[in-house]
């Protein structure tokens, strides 16, 4: 059976993102502003009276730095065609620089910004790190790359050098917070944040360390701490808005409804998309207040997947999944929820295996990865190839949850392979495990899949399988249960037609 | 304003002060404006026991009086405030004298010119007599050297030596650029720095001291703009010289500065708030400092391919020890060990010369 995200848990582990989108998200804003304006002693004046007597390349470049630095535009401006003007008598940089200020300047007149991480990009950061090695940051971003690129070892090698260049950036140890778990060494993690000093007094990272603990079944070292600073007033509720999250999701898991939901509507009041997504998540387990409005922010793909998901609307769904993917390519929720939505709702198997692929370089050996690849390559009758990619994986050694979904896949190939009987026992097996473990979600979804096969083998059981399927899953009310079983009656949904937008509709923020 | 009509200081045309120098016009700064210019007049002189050039600063006492009064400063305070520096720059004179300094202008003569003046009556007009230069860097840049990179490190060799001087007589220079950078016969192994109007001294409290922000931000060191001022006298002071250093090193390649190459790379809500107001940056210095050091690595990246590959690796190493934004770490690292002086620049003295000598010298070819 294919895994969506929904049944899955969320915890607010923070972004990794490049650092330019990091800093236009405000990642790098200050929690408490500190009063250090300086004066600045302009040096325009006499530089333009200069400029008035006499021109020279030069006199321009000096003009170029100081107006744009001093923010007079039209200054710079005028500077920067006067070198492109003179050609080659210009160094070719300086060129470049002249144009790059005639173009940001009208970009900026357009409202247009952001650059993303690419490999032309990763190739100048390698160039740099050779140039300039103590660049925290540029190891950063080469950790990134490798972890995208599935090169683990080189992605952990590179972190380590950017947190021991700079142990107390916050944009550092939370990206590095985040490589570590995506690495399977939480612990290591939990460390940095720890030996930092700083997570006592951030919030940013003081949620960061919550929620870790939390991954790792731990009580979190700086509960104290993390509570007084979430009811501090000397932060902005921005920056509380992952620490209440986080603190609303541990209150969540340890049954305090009522305490999670004040903690998580604490964090709707100006969330980042983090701790809007962690909302969106919470939002079928914990009573609360979401403003479809704020689905409109930047950057908020996972908030408008999960969002677009309980519409029910989708095909908006796999457009946000597929850019919440873009956001975080190594992150292995946005290719589950992609190939989920293009398996079950639209049997577009081709492109949820090519997504599951890539999402494998950087997740290897992940079971719900391959699981859902298993599924994709079964459906579509290539059983030999599905085979291959579970045949590394022992079903008993892993954890019920993942268990049930490969032996529901099992049972599928089976399926496919005519074994009809032998993929029925292994659909029964599914569902006899997630009872066993208390998972009914699992077991219904198991017996909808069941149910389906029966349906598509056309056997003798079909009614009986589907009957059972439906009143076990009448007990769960999502839009996962609702889409399984209205492509089990009805078969794939038709792809392309516009979707109804009504007021509340969430929208996809233009990137 | 003040009416220059009433005002001694700008009429001294044909004067001979201190029956030595013969004032034989008015100086045109060409719209520079440094500290020193801002209060003082300047004046072309001639030594009338030798013939030679010289230029001479006369503090502009009325014009001074008048700008403090209009901020609000008492004339009391004001007048201290104009004592103080103009006593300050001649003990930076005296103290340049005594360590011999070659590569930073030399003081001819300072004193008294008695005078009228609205307010106070008789009293004395401080002035200063400096060696005079014929040309500065700025414009034989404009005049045609600057592809001459061979001539560009002579230079900043040159100007690496007058500030290991100057620190080596426990003055920071604070406002090193392409203006005050001199040029004597256009020779180029007469170069010398020039205008210590924003200079500190170690030993000798004065009150530039408090300036946050020694120069202009074109040539201010970024930790300046972020509002961060380091504890330690040296890694405020001499490091900022170095930094100014490494950007001369930068702006005589590529004609912009440091400054302005570093916030290119630096995302516009990091830039500082002293520049860009309240969308800027105004937290810890320490937590922008990766993303300026980023920047920085960027920027030598950015000029590796425009640098002739005889000097390229040298260059840009000696550019990022420069130019490094954390204060602590600039300079050059066989320096951090903790027995020699952080911020000498005897290796960098080295290194430019070294450049030199492979763009056109005996290593050449």
Same mark, same amino acid.
């Given at each position: 059976?294919?895994?969506?995200?929904?049944?899955?848990?969320?915890?607010?582990?923070?972004?990794?993102?490049?650092?330019?989108?990091?800093?236009?998200?405000?990642?790098?804003?200050?929690?408490?502003?500190?009063?250090?304006?300086?004066?600045?002693?302009?040096?325009?004046?006499?530089?333009?009276?200069?400029?008035?007597?006499?021109?020279?390349?030069?006199?321009?470049?000096?003009?170029?730095?100081?107006?744009?630095?001093?923010?007079?535009?039209?200054?710079?401006?005028?500077?920067?065609?006067?070198?492109?003007?003179?050609?080659?008598?210009?160094?070719?940089?300086?060129?470049?620089?002249?144009?790059?200020?005639?173009?940001?300047?009208?970009?900026?007149?357009?409202?247009?910004?952001?650059?993303?991480?690419?490999?032309?990009?990763?190739?100048?950061?390698?160039?740099?790190?050779?140039?300039?090695?103590?660049?925290?940051?540029?190891?950063?971003?080469?950790?990134?790359?490798?972890?995208?690129?599935?090169?683990?070892?080189?992605?952990?090698?590179?972190?380590?050098?950017?947190?021991?260049?700079?142990?107390?950036?916050?944009?550092?140890?939370?990206?590095?917070?985040?490589?570590?778990?995506?690495?399977?060494?939480?612990?290591?993690?939990?460390?940095?944040?720890?030996?930092?000093?700083?997570?006592?007094?951030?919030?940013?990272?003081?949620?960061?360390?919550?929620?870790?603990?939390?991954?790792?079944?731990?009580?979190?070292?700086?509960?104290?701490?993390?509570?007084?600073?979430?009811?501090?007033?000397?932060?902005?509720?921005?920056?509380?808005?992952?620490?209440?999250?986080?603190?609303?999701?541990?209150?969540?898991?340890?049954?305090?409804?009522?305490?999670?939901?004040?903690?998580?509507?604490?964090?709707?009041?100006?969330?980042?998309?983090?701790?809007?997504?962690?909302?969106?998540?919470?939002?079928?387990?914990?009573?609360?207040?979401?403003?479809?409005?704020?689905?409109?922010?930047?950057?908020?793909?996972?908030?408008?997947?999960?969002?677009?998901?309980?519409?029910?609307?989708?095909?908006?769904?796999?457009?946000?999944?597929?850019?919440?993917?873009?956001?975080?390519?190594?992150?292995?929720?946005?290719?589950?929820?992609?190939?989920?939505?293009?398996?079950?709702?639209?049997?577009?198997?081709?492109?949820?295996?090519?997504?599951?692929?890539?999402?494998?370089?950087?997740?290897?050996?992940?079971?719900?990865?391959?699981?859902?690849?298993?599924?994709?390559?079964?459906?579509?009758?290539?059983?030999?190839?599905?085979?291959?990619?579970?045949?590394?994986?022992?079903?008993?050694?892993?954890?019920?949850?993942?268990?049930?979904?490969?032996?529901?896949?099992?049972?599928?190939?089976?399926?496919?392979?005519?074994?009809?009987?032998?993929?029925?026992?292994?659909?029964?097996?599914?569902?006899?495990?997630?009872?066993?473990?208390?998972?009914?979600?699992?077991?219904?979804?198991?017996?909808?899949?069941?149910?389906?096969?029966?349906?598509?083998?056309?056997?003798?059981?079909?009614?009986?399988?589907?009957?059972?399927?439906?009143?076990?899953?009448?007990?769960?009310?999502?839009?996962?249960?609702?889409?399984?079983?209205?492509?089990?009656?009805?078969?794939?949904?038709?792809?392309?037609?516009?979707?109804?937008?009504?007021?509340?509709?969430?929208?996809?923020?233009?990137? | 304003?003040?009416?220059?009509?009433?005002?001694?200081?700008?009429?001294?045309?044909?004067?001979?002060?201190?029956?030595?120098?013969?004032?034989?016009?008015?100086?045109?700064?060409?719209?520079?404006?440094?500290?020193?210019?801002?209060?003082?007049?300047?004046?072309?002189?001639?030594?009338?026991?030798?013939?030679?050039?010289?230029?001479?600063?006369?503090?502009?006492?009325?014009?001074?009086?008048?700008?403090?009064?209009?901020?609000?400063?008492?004339?009391?305070?004001?007048?201290?405030?104009?004592?103080?520096?103009?006593?300050?720059?001649?003990?930076?004179?005296?103290?340049?004298?005594?360590?011999?300094?070659?590569?930073?202008?030399?003081?001819?003569?300072?004193?008294?010119?008695?005078?009228?003046?609205?307010?106070?009556?008789?009293?004395?007009?401080?002035?200063?007599?400096?060696?005079?230069?014929?040309?500065?860097?700025?414009?034989?840049?404009?005049?045609?050297?600057?592809?001459?990179?061979?001539?560009?490190?002579?230079?900043?060799?040159?100007?690496?030596?007058?500030?290991?001087?100057?620190?080596?007589?426990?003055?920071?220079?604070?406002?090193?650029?392409?203006?005050?950078?001199?040029?004597? &016969?256009?020779?180029?192994?007469?170069?010398? =720095?020039?205008? %210590? +109007?924003?200079?500190?001294?170690? @030993?000798?409290?004065? #009150?530039?001291?408090?300036?946050?922000?020694?120069?202009?931000?074109?040539?201010?060191?970024?930790?300046?703009?972020?509002?961060?001022?380091?504890?330690?006298?040296?890694?405020?002071?001499?490091?900022?010289?170095?930094?100014?250093?490494?950007?001369?090193?930068?702006?005589?390649?590529?004609?912009?500065?440091?400054?302005?190459?570093?916030?290119?790379?630096?995302?516009?809500?990091?830039?500082?708030?002293?520049?860009?107001?309240?969308?800027?940056?105004?937290?810890?210095?320490?937590?922008?400092?990766?993303?300026?050091?980023?920047?920085?690595?960027?920027?030598?990246?950015?000029?590796?391919?425009?640098? &002739?590959?005889?000097?390229?690796?040298?260059? =840009?190493?000696? %550019? +990022?020890?420069?130019?490094?934004? @954390?204060?602590?770490? #600039?300079?050059?690292?066989?320096?951090?060990?903790?027995?020699?002086?952080?911020?000498?620049?005897?290796?960098?003295?080295?290194?430019?010369?070294?450049?030199?000598?492979?763009?056109?010298?005996?290593?050449?070819?």
């Amino acid at each position: 059976m294919s895994v969506a995200i929904e049944g899955l848990p969320r915890r607010v582990i923070p972004r990794w993102r490049d650092f330019r989108t990091a800093a236009e998200l405000g990642e790098f804003s200050v929690a408490a502003r500190v009063e250090n304006r300086v004066e600045v002693p302009s040096g325009l004046d006499s530089l333009l009276r200069l400029w008035q007597s006499q021109r020279s390349e030069v006199l321009a470049g000096e003009l170029l730095s100081a107006s744009w630095l001093e923010g007079a535009w039209d200054t710079a401006r005028e500077a920067a065609k006067y070198l492109l003007r003179r050609g080659s008598a210009a160094q070719e940089l300086t060129r470049n620089f002249a144009r790059s200020v005639i173009e940001d300047l009208s970009a900026a007149q357009k409202g247009q910004s952001a650059t993303r991480l690419d490999r032309a990009a990763v190739q100048n950061i390698r160039a740099a790190l050779r140039l300039y090695p103590r660049d925290a940051i540029g190891w950063c971003e080469l950790a990134r790359y490798y972890t995208i690129v599935g090169k683990l070892k080189r992605a952990r090698r590179a972190m380590c050098t950017a947190v021991a260049l700079a142990p107390d950036n916050r944009f550092i140890l939370r990206s590095a917070s985040r490589c570590f778990v995506h690495l399977g060494e939480p612990d290591m993690a939990l460390n940095i944040l720890r030996r930092s000093g700083i997570a006592k007094s951030d919030p940013w990272l003081a949620a960061a360390h919550v929620s870790i603990a939390q991954i790792m079944g731990k009580a979190t070292r700086l509960y104290r701490q993390a509570r007084e600073l979430s009811k501090s007033e000397s932060f902005a509720p921005f920056h509380l808005a992952e620490l209440n999250a986080a603190l609303g999701t541990m209150e969540m898991s340890a049954g305090n409804e009522k305490g999670a939901r004040k903690m998580l509507q604490a964090a709707l009041t100006d969330p980042t998309e983090n701790a809007l997504a962690q909302a969106w998540w919470a939002q079928s387990r914990v009573r609360i207040q979401l403003k479809p409005t704020q689905l409109r922010a930047p950057h908020t793909f996972e908030a408008n997947t999960r969002a677009l998901v309980v519409a029910e609307k989708w095909e908006s769904a796999l457009h946000a999944a597929a850019e919440w993917f873009r956001d975080e390519p190594f992150s292995t929720n946005p290719a589950l929820q992609q190939s989920f939505i293009l398996s079950v709702a639209f049997e577009q198997h081709e492109q949820a295996i090519d997504i599951l692929k890539l999402a494998l370089r950087s997740n290897p050996g992940d079971l719900l990865l391959l699981n859902n690849l298993a599924f994709a390559l079964g459906d579509l009758g290539r059983t030999y190839e599905a085979r291959e990619i579970l045949a590394h994986v022992n079903v008993e050694d892993t954890p019920a949850d993942r268990a049930v979904a490969l032996i529901a896949t099992e049972g599928l190939l089976r399926f496919r392979e005519r074994d009809i009987n032998s993929g029925r026992e292994f659909y029964a097996r599914a569902i006899r495990l997630a009872k066993d473990h208390q998972q009914d979600r699992q077991a219904a979804l198991a017996a909808l899949y069941l149910a389906k096969e029966e349906k598509r083998a056309n056997s003798d059981m079909k009614d009986l399988a589907i009957s059972e399927a439906e009143k076990a899953a009448s007990r769960f009310d999502d839009s996962t249960f609702r889409l399984v079983m209205r492509t089990l009656r009805e078969g794939p949904l038709p792809k392309s037609q516009p979707e109804a937008r009504d007021q509340d509709t969430p929208l996809i923020a233009a990137p | 304003m003040a009416d220059d009509s009433a005002n001694p200081a700008e009429e001294l045309i044909g004067q001979t002060i201190n029956s030595r120098w013969k004032i034989t016009e008015r100086k045109n700064l060409d719209g520079k404006d440094t500290t020193g210019g801002f209060f003082s007049v300047p004046y072309v002189v001639t030594d009338t026991t030798t013939g030679d050039v010289a230029f001479m600063k006369v503090v502009n006492l009325a014009k001074a009086l008048l700008i403090y009064q209009q901020q609000g400063v008492s004339t009391a305070e004001a007048l201290n405030r104009i004592t103080d520096n103009h006593l300050f720059e001649v003990d930076l004179a005296e103290a340049c004298k005594l360590y011999k300094l070659k590569k930073v202008v030399r003081v001819l003569d300072h004193g008294d010119i008695p005078a009228e003046i609205p307010l106070l009556g008789r009293v004395g007009i401080p002035y200063i007599v400096f060696e005079r230069a014929d040309c500065d860097a700025h414009s034989l840049l404009d005049g045609g050297k600057r592809t001459d990179f061979g001539w560009h490190m002579a230079t900043l060799h040159q100007v690496a030596v007058g500030i290991q001087e100057l620190h080596r007589a426990k003055i920071a220079h604070q406002d090193v650029k392409r203006s005050n950078v001199v040029f004597f &016969d256009e020779q180029r192994d007469s170069v010398k =720095l020039i205008d %210590l +109007g924003r200079a500190v001294k170690r @030993d000798r409290p004065s #009150r530039n001291d408090q300036r946050l922000v020694p120069c202009q931000p074109i040539n201010a060191p970024p930790e300046c703009l972020y509002g961060f001022a380091p504890a330690d006298w040296a890694e405020k002071h001499f490091a900022a010289d170095v930094y100014m250093l490494g950007s001369l090193a930068y702006s005589m390649f590529f004609d912009v500065s440091m400054t302005f190459a570093l916030l290119r790379e630096v995302p516009p809500t990091l830039h500082p708030a002293s520049l860009v107001g309240d969308s800027g940056f105004a937290g810890p210095y320490r937590d922008v400092l990766p993303v300026l050091q980023s920047a920085l690595a960027q920027v030598l990246a950015a000029a590796e391919q425009h640098i &002739d590959k005889r000097i390229r690796e040298i260059y =840009l190493s000696t %550019l +990022g020890f420069l130019c490094d934004p @954390d204060p602590v770490r #600039r300079g050059h690292p066989k320096n951090k060990t903790g027995f020699t002086d952080p911020y000498s620049c005897e290796r960098f003295i080295s290194a430019f010369r070294r450049m030199q000598l492979l763009m056109e010298g005996p290593l050449a070819a």
